[in-house]
C-alpha cells in the first residue's frame, strides 16, 4: 500500500523527480512555481511512497472554478508505468483526491508512447506498455480529453548516436542546409540572462510573421529568467557579424533535453540559421549527458491538413523517431458537472482569447 508525502523543498523534490521514469521538466518544482505566479494553478507536490521508498510522484496543479476546482498534472505522474500493481494504486489515490477536492475534473498526460512511427506506414509500431496504461484509464471510465494542452505526437532523436551518425541520417537537404549556414557565416552562441531582450524581440518578431499570439516580455522573462537559472533552460543565439537572427530555448531535465521555443527575424534566412541552430542543440544536449532530443511537437493527422505541417517537415529532415503519446485524459466524478464544463468551456476560452488579441494589438 502507497503512503503519500507532500514535499515543499525544492532541492528535494527535483532531486528525487529526477531519478523515477518518465520524469518530465513540466513536473519539476520551478514549473509548478512558474505556473502558480502567471497563471494561478496552486502546485500540491505529492511524492507516492512504497515504505521509505519514492515510486511515483505527481506535481498537481490546482484552480477554483467557484465552488469547485479543477486539476492537471502536466506530463505526469512519473511513475513505471509497466508496473500495473503501482499505476493502480497511484491512480486509486488520485481519483480520490479528485473526489475529495470536489473537482470537476482531473487532467492527466504523461509522455507515455502509445506508437512510434506514422499512422499506417510500414514503421508504425504499437508499444505494449502505453496501450495497457490507455486500456486501464478507460476501464476506470477517464476520458479522452477535448482539451489537449500539450502535444499528443513529437519526433525525439536518440542520442547515444555519435555525431558523425547523428548527421549522416539527416535528410540530404537537411544536412546540406546545416553546412551553408556555417559557411555563409552563421555563428552560434550560448544566451544568457543578459540577452532576454533579444530572445523576447525575436520572438515576438516570429509571432507576428507566423500568426500566433505571444504574451507579455513580463511572462516570458519569468519563464524563461528562472528556468536559466535554475539550470533547467538553456538559450543559443544565432548570429552574423554579431547580430543576432534566429535563437532556440532548450529546456531539459532528467534524460531528455526538448526544443521548446525557437524564433527568427525576417532578416538573413537565406543563411539557413534555424538549421545550425538544430544541429547545435543537439549537440549541446548530447555534450551534458541527455538521451533524448525531444522536438517537441508534431501533427495530430499526418497530412498537409494539419496546420502544423509545414514545421513538421522542417522537423522530420533532422529524422528521429515519430513519437505518438497517449495525449491527455480527463477524470471526473460528476458526469454531468463535466459535461457541463466541457459545453461552457470552448465560449469562455474563445473569449479570453479575444481579450488577449486586444490587448497585444
Known amino acids: 500500500m502507497l503512503s503519500i508525502e507532500r514535499i515543499q523543498d525544492k532541492d528535494q523534490w527535483n532531486n528525487r523527480l529526477r531519478t ?25 507536490r505529492l511524492a507516492f511512497k512504497r515504505g521509505d521508498t519514492v515510486v511515483a510522484m505527481a506535481s498537481v496543479g490546482v484552480r477554483s472554478v467557484g465552488p469547485l476546482k479543477v486539476m492537471y498534472i502536466a506530463k505526469g505522474p512519473a511513475m513505471d508505468y509497466a508496473d500495473a500493481e503501482l499505476v493502480n494504486e497511484v491512480l486509486d489515490n488520485l481519483q480520490q483526491m479528485a473526489r475529495r477536492e470536489h473537482a470537476i475534473w482531473l487532467k492527466i498526460d504523461p509522455d507515455v508512447v502509445v506508437a512510434t512511427g506514422v499512422p499506417g506506414d510500414e514503421n508504425d509500431s504499437p508499444d505494449m506498455t502505453g496501450n495497457a496504461f490507455l486500456q486501464a484509464l478507460r476501464e476506470r471510465g477517464w476520458r479522452f480529453s477535448g482539451d489537449q494542452v500539450q502535444f499528443r505526437n513529437t519526433i525525439t532523436i536518440d542520442l547515444s548516436q555519435d555525431e558523425d551518425t547523428l548527421l549522416a541520417q539527416m535528410s540530404g537537404n537537411t544536412r546540406r542546409k546545416v553546412r551553408i549556414a556555417g559557411r555563409k557565416g552563421v555563428a552560434v552562441r550560448d544566451g544568457t540572462i543578459a540577452d532576454l531582450h533579444i530572445l523576447y524581440d525575436l520572438y515576438r518578431i516570429t509571432g507576428q510573421r507566423d500568426g500566433f499570439i505571444i504574451r507579455s516580455l513580463s511572462y516570458y522573462e519569468q519563464a524563461w529568467r528562472a528556468f536559466i537559472e535554475a539550470g533547467l533552460a538553456h538559450a543559443l543565439i544565432a548570429e552574423v557579424d554579431g547580430r543576432a537572427i534566429a535563437h532556440v530555448i532548450l529546456f531539459h531535465f532528467g534524460r531528455k533535453c526538448w526544443y521548446f521555443y525557437g524564433a527568427s527575424s525576417n532578416e538573413e534566412r537565406q543563411r539557413m540559421p534555424n538549421y545550425l541552430l538544430q544541429w547545435e542543440a543537439m549537440r549541446w544536449a548530447k555534450s551534458r549527458g541527455y538521451a533524448v532530443y525531444d522536438m517537441w511537437g508534431a501533427p495530430d493527422v499526418f ?25 491527455a485524459y480527463d477524470y471526473s466524478p460528476s458526469t454531468m458537472l463535466y459535461a457541463g464544463y466541457t459545453k461552457l468551456w470552448p465560449y469562455a476560452l474563445n473569449l479570453m482569447k479575444r481579450r488577449a488579441e486586444l490587448k497585444f494589438f
Do not use: C, N
Open 20 to 44: 523515477l521514469p518518465y520524469a518530465h521538466v513540466l513536473q519539476t518544482y520551478e514549473w509548478g512555481e512558474f505556473k502558480r505566479i502567471t497563471t494561478g494553478w496552486q502546485p500540491q
Open 303 to 327: 497530412d498537409e491538413s494539419d496546420a502544423m505541417w509545414g514545421v513538421y517537415q522542417f522537423k522530420r529532415g533532422f529524422r528521429g523517431t515519430v513519437t505518438r503519446y497517449i495525449g
